[in-house]
Structures are given as C-alpha cells and as structure tokens.
C-alpha cells in the first residue's frame, strides 16, 4: 500500500514539475489595477482600461506575448528593480527623483495636478491652499504627496493608501482637499457630486511615462518606437473615445487641454 502511495505522490510531483513554464519572450508588465480608467478590472476580474489596452499594442508592436501583474504602489519600482516586472505602465509620473532608481520611456500623457474640495469649500486656488494648517489628503508615494512637501510645508498632510480613501476624507470633512490628477479628481466629483466640487486649475504639469530598468537601452528604443507609432496611428484618441469621451468634453469645458493631447 505505501509503494502504491509513494508512486502516486511522485507522480504528482513530476506533473506538478512539468507544467509548462512562462514562456521567456515574455514580457511583464506592472500595473496597480485600481486607478480607473486606465487600470482597473472588468467585471469579469479581468484586467481593462487604457494602460492594459497600450501594454497589448506594445507586445503585438514588439511581437511579444505579455502578462499582467498586478502590482502595489508602494512595491512597483523594487518590483522593477528586481526583475519581478519587466516594465512600469501604470500612470507613473516621470520625476527626477524616481529617475535616480529607474529608467523612463519618452512621456506619452501630460497630466496635471488638481484639488478636489468639499461642496461649500472657500477653497477656490493654489493660494488658498497654503493656508496654515489646512488638512490636504494625500496617497503616499504620488506626486500629490511630494507637491504637497514641497510647497504646502504649512499644510498638515493626511497620507492614505489608497485614492478613495482621500476621496471619503475630503467628503466627511477630515480633509480640506485632496491633490491628484485632473481625470481622478473629475471621476471623484462625478462619483460624489453633492458633496464634492473639482478645482481643475493646474497645480503643476506632469508628465507619465513608461518605467524600465537602468541599462536597458535596447528595451528602451523599442519602446520609445513604439509610443512614437501609436500616437501617429492615433491609438490613443481611440483609447479616449473608448475610455474617457465624458472626461474629454468636462476638460474641455472647462478649458484644460486633455491629457492625450
């Protein structure tokens, strides 16, 4: 009976051994699949959005299979640096100080920061904000978070983990404000209309771009040939009207060139 059991038991293990491995062309893409509409999950817990759709062009560009990894902020660029992940494709923001430990792609989105207030808010600019102790909301490791270090040093700064959690401080009174980008702080208010109100003038411009390792300079032509590409086959505009036509015309409204332009 034992002989039985052990020959069974090895022929799980040698099964288990000879699954099929993950092909080595492949390439691995992080992604914090929670910041909609460029990373998120479908109804049917599938990654979507634009940053999933842009990593699929890439490996059809460099005729490559991809995966997915769904990544936490605060562990994407170590994940990067040891190899976990091949590349960054998730809203990140080129900055000088994050060009100290990674590589960055050309920037294919310019982005701004904004505020979102309470309702009844007297904040209305950039100038209110530096009033002595205001409470701004921040998600840690943004660069709201170093916007507001840097030039809020009178603010007291709420540092959160997650967006919606900024979001339901802002609503509940703890926070006068919430610094982010103009496309959350637009979903935010369309989210929470009656209790939250979008200040879209820029705090300063950003630019997002594709991390890489240092030294992969090969890996980084590629992909700068590609951005180039798909821009000039208007891939993105595609993504927009796909993704984002309601957040384009709102911008637009209020005179603030969309991000893709």
């Given at each position: 009976?034992?002989?039985?059991?052990?020959?069974?038991?090895?022929?799980?293990?040698?099964?288990?051994?000879?699954?099929?491995?993950?092909?080595?062309?492949?390439?691995?893409?992080?992604?914090?699949?929670?910041?909609?509409?460029?990373?998120?999950?479908?109804?049917?817990?599938?990654?979507?959005?634009?940053?999933?759709?842009?990593?699929?062009?890439?490996?059809?560009?460099?005729?490559?299979?991809?995966?997915?990894?769904?990544?936490?902020?605060?562990?994407?660029?170590?994940?990067?640096?040891?190899?976990?992940?091949?590349?960054?494709?998730?809203?990140?923001?080129?900055?000088?100080?994050?060009?100290?430990?990674?590589?960055?792609?050309?920037?294919?989105?310019?982005?701004?920061?904004?505020?979102?207030?309470?309702?009844?808010?007297?904040?209305?600019?950039?100038?209110?904000?530096?009033?002595?102790?205001?409470?701004?909301?921040?998600?840690?490791?943004?660069?709201?978070?170093?916007?507001?270090?840097?030039?809020?040093?009178?603010?007291?700064?709420?540092?959160?983990d997650q967006a919606s959690d900024c979001v339901l401080q802002v609503m509940q009174s703890k926070a006068?404000?919430?610094?982010?980008?103009?496309?959350?702080?637009?979903?935010?208010?369309?989210?929470?209309?009656?209790?939250?109100?979008?200040?879209?003038?820029?705090?300063?411009?950003?630019?997002?771009?594709?991390?890489?390792?240092?030294?992969?300079?090969?890996?980084?032509?590629?992909?700068?040939?590609?951005?180039?590409?798909?821009?000039?086959?208007?891939?993105?505009?595609?993504?927009?009207?796909?993704?984002?036509?309601?957040?384009?015309?709102?911008?637009?409204?209020?005179?603030?060139?969309?991000?893709?332009?």
């Amino acid at each position: 009976m034992k002989h039985y059991l052990t020959l069974a038991l090895a022929l799980i293990f040698n099964a288990a051994c000879s699954e099929p491995k993950e092909d080595d062309n492949t390439l691995v893409i992080g992604m914090e699949l929670s910041y909609p509409p460029f990373e998120m999950t479908n109804a049917q817990s599938k990654p979507d959005g634009v940053s999933v759709r842009v990593a699929e062009a890439l490996g059809e560009f460099l005729d490559r299979p991809i995966k997915i990894r769904d990544t936490g902020w605060d562990g994407i660029i170590l994940d990067l640096q040891t190899g976990k992940i091949d590349l960054i494709l998730s809203s990140m923001t080129k900055t000088a100080e994050r060009e100290k430990s990674i590589d960055f792609s050309d920037p294919y989105v310019t982005n701004s920061l904004c505020t979102l207030v309470g309702k009844d808010s007297t904040i209305t600019s950039a100038e209110d904000l530096k009033r002595p102790g205001i409470r701004i909301a921040v998600k840690g490791e943004t660069t709201g978070e170093s916007y507001v270090n840097e030039f809020l040093k009178e603010a007291v700064p709420i540092r959160l983990d997650q967006a919606s959690d900024c979001v339901l401080q802002v609503m509940q009174s703890k926070a006068d404000a919430f610094i982010y980008d103009q496309i959350s702080v637009y979903n935010a208010w369309k989210t929470h209309p009656k209790a939250t109100k979008p200040i879209y003038t820029p705090l300063r411009s950003e630019s997002w771009a594709i991390g890489l390792r240092k030294g992969e300079d090969e890996l980084k032509a590629q992909v700068n040939a590609f951005l180039a590409d798909f821009k000039a086959k208007r891939g993105f505009d595609a993504l927009t009207e796909r993704y984002m036509s309601a957040e384009k015309k709102a911008l637009a409204e209020q005179g603030v060139p969309f991000i893709f332009e």
